[in-house]
Every structure is written in structure tokens, then in C-alpha cells.
């Protein structure tokens, strides 16, 4: 048995390689299991159905509609002339895209019909509504 004192006293080390390792891995496990909401900048209740569309097209232009009939697409308000100038501009791009229509479940037919109109003008047909789906009794 050694009872002799050490002259040069080792300083305990904390091994940190591995601690990086695993801060690494939970960061990859977080990034990758992260859920991404599409929130409109509109304050709207959507419509319910039984029947709710399966997936999301490819590369959709989503147009909110509000109850009071103001329009916006990514979050910027538009009229409806200056809705129809940037339909025709997105339609110049790529004529088949689909268009995700989200109107507020207390908006007029008649703000609907008008979304729909600049969205025939600009050339764009493939028209789909949002809505939430409902559990089935």
C-alpha cells in the first residue's frame, strides 16, 4: 500500500468529448423530429368537414380570406386588384400550381367568388379549400 503523499497532485479533467457528442446528436434528434405550423396572419376560423383532402400539394399558393373580406398571401394583406396582379405573376411562373383557398367559415360567398374570379383571370384552375376534418360519430 502506497501511504505516501503525491508530490505533484493531478487535477481531476472532465472528459467533454463525449458530453458534445451526445449535445449533438439530441440537436439532430430536435431538428429533424420539428413540426413546422403554417399560422396566417389573418385572424380566421376555417370551415369543418368530413371528407378533408389527404396531403399537401407540391408547391401551393395558400390565400387566406378573412370574415371582413381582406386577402393575403404569405402573410402580406392585398386588395383584390393587386391579388389578381400577383396571381398572374405566380401563374407566369408555373401555370399548374394548385391554389389552397383559406376562408374564414364566416366570409361571404360573394369575397369567395371574388378570390376565385382573379384566380380564373390569372389562369390558375386547380383550386383546393382548406377546411378542418371532424371526428365522425
Known sequence: MNFRARSGMEE???NVISMVDIVLVLLLFFMVTTTF???SHLSMQLPKAQQAAKGEP???????????GQVSIGGQVLSMRALSQRLKALAA?????????RADKD?????????????QE???????FATLSTARS
Not at 390569372?122 to 383546393?128: C, D, K, N, P, Q
Open 58 to 68: 407540391k408547391t401551393p399558393i395558400t390565400i387566406d380570406l378573412s370574415a371582413s
Open 93 to 101: 411562373q408555373d401555370p399548374e400550381r394548385v391554389i389552397v383557398l
Open 12 to 14: 481531476p479533467e472532465i
Open 122 to 128: 390569372a389562369g390558375l384552375t386547380r383550386i383546393s
Open 37 to 39: 405550423v403554417q399560422n
Open 107 to 119: 366570409a361571404t360567398q360573394q369575397y369567395v367568388i371574388d378570390v376565385l374570379d382573379a384566380a
